[in-house]
């Protein structure tokens, strides 16, 4: 479905095809890339991890994402049967010990209220924003802890009486992992998940040449839409293409019953068009080279 409310604007497509959104998402790319000279994606390693028993059996993992010189702690996981004997601690301390000598300065994690957030400041994360634009009070914390000035972990004597990690990117094993830490969401969240479901959603808008000239991607959950990314090709900026976007993107929220909208924005980004539009800074990181920030933005609807 293609809308369009001036006769003389682009249209903005609901349904497009797969590549027409990695047109858009080379755009963005492309752009990111050019404002930290092409060290965006770096490193380009991700870490997955996993902790198996003396069997052989999967009962704890961690999965990480870069982006310039920052990790990020996407799922941890540890079996309930092996919960508070330091196993979470040692998969966070491996994939901190990788991801700093593959040249990460900084690790982050975002945790939900009824998760970890105690046990990654006990391991030395320091909470640098609060995010309350969940349904039913749920909060969100990111967390952050620098790699650049604390010593290597691998000097540290390995207990061969613990169980092993060991670096597993198999889609089986990562399954495995993700089923662990969405019983832990079921446990908790469930009802709420059920009124407000994970619904990915992908804009984009084509001159009159079929030439992807901007897009918008994210997701909405517990009642918060989630922007991934938003772009506009530098020949139509200026000229109310961002902003269709993401009026767009917020009209579809609120059909789904979305109480809120966020989104992470670098410095050398566009963080001047996101508050104009009603985004407010709830948190900052200063985890990257170069001076660079992160600023954590919502929006109440």
């Not at 050019?34 to 009962?59: A, H, M, Q, Y």
């Not at 604390?150 to 613990?162: A, G």
């Not at 808008?205 to 918008?216: S, T």
């Not at 200026?238 to 993107?249: I, K, N, S, V």
Request: aromatic share 12%; glycine share 10%.
């Amino acid at each position: 479905m293609n809308t369009r409310s001036d006769s003389s604007r682009f249209s903005i497509i609901t349904n497009p095809t797969d590549d027409e959104v990695k047109e858009f998402q080379k755009g963005l790319d492309a752009y990111n890339m050019g404002r930290t000279n092409g060290e965006f994606n770096s490193p380009k390693d991700w870490i997955s991890l996993v902790l198996k028993d003396d069997e052989g059996n999967i009962v704890g993992g961690i999965t990480t994402s870069t982006i310039f010189w920052a990790q990020y702690l996407e799922v941890l996981w540890v079996n309930d049967k092996y919960r508070g004997l330091g196993y979470g601690r040692d998969l966070v301390l491996e994939a901190e010990r990788l991801a700093k000598k593959n040249g990460c300065i900084t690790s982050h994690t975002y945790t939900f209220s009824w998760q970890a957030p105690d046990f990654y400041q006990a391991v030395g994360y320091k909470l640098i924003a609060t995010y309350e634009g969940y349904i039913d009070g749920i909060t969100e914390l990111i967390l952050m802890k620098r790699l650049d000035t604390i010593d290597n972990v691998s000097t540290q004597k390995v207990d061969s009486t613990r169980f092993a990690i060991s670096e597993d990117s198999t889609e089986e094993s990562l399954s495995i992992v993700r089923k662990g830490l969405g019983s832990n969401f079921d446990q908790h969240v469930s009802d709420s998940l059920k009124e407000h479901p994970q619904i990915r959603y992908k804009l984009v808008i084509k001159n009159d040449d079929e030439q992807v000239i901007g897009g918008l991607c994210g997701y909405t959950i517990l009642g918060t839409m989630n922007i991934e990314g938003l772009w506009v090709d530098e020949r139509y900026r200026g000229q109310g293409y961002g902003t269709d976007l993401l009026m767009h993107a917020e009209k579809l929220a609120k059909e789904k019953g979305c109480i809120a909208g966020q989104i992470a924005c670098f410095s050398f980004q566009e963080l001047d068009f996101l508050k104009k539009h009603g985004y407010n800074t709830h948190g900052v990181s200063d985890g990257y080279p170069d001076e660079v920030k992160e600023y954590y933005l919502i929006k109440k609807f």
